[in-house]
């Protein structure tokens, strides 16, 4: 057995000392072979009827399943300053020829699972370990209903019944991380998807100690105390400095139109940098009233993109200062690190055995 697996699994108790042995055993046998099937990574018929008993066990969850690598997980976090708790939404492919497995994905011909992981990093993207997970599958029955029937339905859903609530259980798990690890400092950082007013609320609502969040805005926001939109807004600020950023190369087109889904060049871009600091109108919800929250919103906006390319604009809105443009910087520098989960894959946490702690 890897010498890893016992470090990251020391705190494993599944209630049986045999499922212990397993669960080691298991993680030892498709952490080194995670590109192939649980039978030829188990590497014979029995160990892999045993692997497949041990995930058809009750007393196997998700949650404890996950459990030591996150307690193993919150021993690195606490040794660092400061952690990005970078969280997103990523699809399993579960499409079978002969049956539907989980629920459907995107469309009818694709089955499978979604899962939405919170993964932590340092400031320098050293992955630390993964400390929540979300998995589910939609409901199979939706495929009879028509885009309108789901829209309709979905505007009637309460707010924890929806997908998107997925955003803000990942947004309070960093919390709990933030809880338990009260000597770093714990940024959440969403992409747009996670850009949910709801969310916004639960990072200024003082309850315990709360983790600090960036989430790159989706849409440009109306405001409680001024006729202007968020962007328009930032837009009049003066700007606090100019900085350089990295463009990488976008070769997939999706064809919907939406800007940031569309090709492009990889290039060196020029972007200026302002902040603002106001207060956001509440959107309409069915069946209640949101007060209205203060956010602090970081525009970064390349003024004189090349020929024929979309200028770069970033719309930060955070609970990190931004008041110079050092502080606007530092936040810029933390949602870059978010990168990282979209490269990451779940095949193995043996980044451990890299990690040293922070001097």
Not at 99 to 112: A, F, I, M, S, Y
Not at 267 to 274: I, S
Not at 329 to 352: D, F, G, L, M
Request: charged share 30%; hydrophobic share 35%; aromatic share 6%.
């Amino acid at each position: 057995m890897q010498a890893w697996i016992a470090m990251e699994t020391k705190d494993a108790d599944f209630g049986d000392e045999r499922l212990d042995a397993r669960y080691r055993m298991v993680l030892d046998q498709l952490s080194e072979k995670p590109s192939l099937s649980i039978p030829a990574a188990c590497g014979g018929n029995a160990e892999a009827q045993a692997a497949y008993r041990f995930f058809s066990n009750e007393k196997a969850t998700p949650a404890k399943v996950l459990e030591p690598h996150r307690n193993a997980t919150m021993e690195r976090i606490r040794a660092e300053a400061v952690v990005i708790a970078a969280q997103d939404t990523t699809e399993v492919d579960l499409t079978r020829k002969k049956e539907n497995v989980g629920g459907p994905l995107n469309d009818e011909n694709r089955w499978g699972l979604y899962a939405h992981p919170l993964l932590v990093m340092t400031p320098q993207r050293v992955p630390l370990g993964v400390v929540h997970a979300n998995v589910w599958n939609r409901d199979p029955a939706e495929l009879a209903k028509s885009s309108k029937e789901r829209k309709q339905e979905r505007r009637k859903k309460p707010f924890e019944e929806k997908e998107s609530y997925r955003w803000l259980e990942g947004y309070e798990a960093a919390c709990q991380v933030a809880v338990e690890a009260p000597n770093t400092k714990v940024v959440c950082v969403s992409d747009s998807e996670g850009d949910i007013y709801e969310c916004f609320l639960a990072g200024n609502s003082g309850k315990g100690r709360r983790a600090e969040w960036i989430v790159r805005g989706y849409q440009d926001r109306g405001l409680a105390e001024n006729d202007a939109n968020l962007v328009q807004l930032l837009a009049c600020q003066a700007p606090l400095g100019t900085m350089t950023v990295h463009v990488s190369k976008r070769e997939v087109s999706t064809g919907d139109g939406r800007k940031r889904r569309q090709p492009r060049e990889s290039r060196t871009a020029h972007v200026t940098v302002r902040s603002v600091r106001t207060l956001l109108s509440p959107p309409d919800r069915t069946g209640k009233r949101l007060p209205p929250v203060y956010v602090n919103a970081i525009l970064v906006r390349e003024e004189k993109p090349p020929a024929g390319e979309e200028p770069i604009e970033w719309l930060l809105l955070t609970s990190l200062p931004i008041g110079t443009f050092a502080d606007c910087c530092t936040a810029a520098a933390y949602y870059c690190c978010r990168w990282e989960i979209e490269v990451y894959q779940p095949k193995c946490p043996s980044n451990a055995r890299l990690y040293q702690p922070a001097a």
